[in-house]
């Protein structure tokens, strides 16, 4: 994270970072937020909202003939209000949305069938992952059985009970990452909102959907869900083989 950033004390959550939206996403954050990709160098990207977002298109960037109202927000409230936006789909496109995870879990359900038939996935007694690698191994008394090829999906906490993507988590290596900035696009290009926000509240079955909707998207043969002390981190399986 940029040594750059501004911070604030925020009458809620006291220090925090400085983060600029449009007026109408602080007064109605159930909207769509558009906002470049976050970074490790800008994880709260400026955001502004469909009315916003129009006035910008006229000009193609933002000047003195498309100024808007801006409002500060801690990033903490930035994340809050962002998070709600998850639930804006109505309608069509709310069906949408429940027919792809629909289709996305069962093809995932036969997928995750024939990992298990042919690697015997839930068997091995250890399971280690390698970032720079973009590797999982499962091994036995000490002895490599099975090596994957492998991404990372995203991950659920218990604690905070949220959804986390891989492509906002910038602990992660560009390996085992980048393969989730598809399913971003993916989202941005269908306009489903959990598949673009970063960070919203989740439980594990959530965390199963998007996994589901993941391997569809980059065509992977399966998810491993590793257990961690927080929660669970979902693991996309590009590949896999028996270690000769």
């Known amino acids: 994270m940029s040594d750059d950033l501004e911070t604030l004390n925020c009458s809620e959550h006291g220090e925090a970072y400085t983060t600029y939206v449009c007026e109408h ?47 500060i927000l801690c990033h903490r409230c930035y994340e809050t209000a962002q998070a709600r936006s998850v639930d804006r789909l109505t309608g069509e496109a709310a069906e949408a949305w429940s027919a792809l995870i629909d289709e996305s879990t069962d093809a995932l359900t036969s997928k995750q069938q024939s990992l298990e038939e042919k690697f015997e996935i839930g068997k091995h007694k250890r399971w280690d992952w390698d970032q720079e690698k973009a590797e999982l191994i499962f091994s036995n008394d ?24 891989a492509w906002a988590n910038f ?15 993916f989202g941005e290009a269908h306009d489903f909102p959990r598949l673009t926000v970063a960070l919203w509240p989740a439980e594990e079955v959530d965390g199963w959907e998007m996994s589901a909707i993941a391997t569809n998207v980059i ?26």
Not at 142 to 165: E, H, K, M, Y
């Open 25 to 71: 996403l602080v007064k109605d954050p159930i909207q769509r937020w558009h906002a470049a990709p976050p970074s490790d160098e800008n994880p709260w990207p400026d955001a502004w909202c469909s009315q916003c977002n129009l006035e910008f298109l006229k000009e193609g960037e933002w000047n003195e003939n498309n100024e808007i109202a801006i409002r």
């Open 219 to 244: 065509e992977a043969k399966g998810v491993y869900r590793a257990p961690s002390e927080n929660g669970f981190t979902f693991l996309a399986i590009l590949d896999a083989r028996w270690v000769a």
């Open 171 to 185: 602990s992660l290596t560009d390996a085992v990452s980048a393969p989730m900035d598809k399913v971003r696009e």
């Open 142 to 165: 000490g002895i490599p059985a099975v090596r994957c090829d492998i991404a990372f999906i995203g991950s659920v906490s218990n604690i905070s009970q949220t959804w986390l993507w």
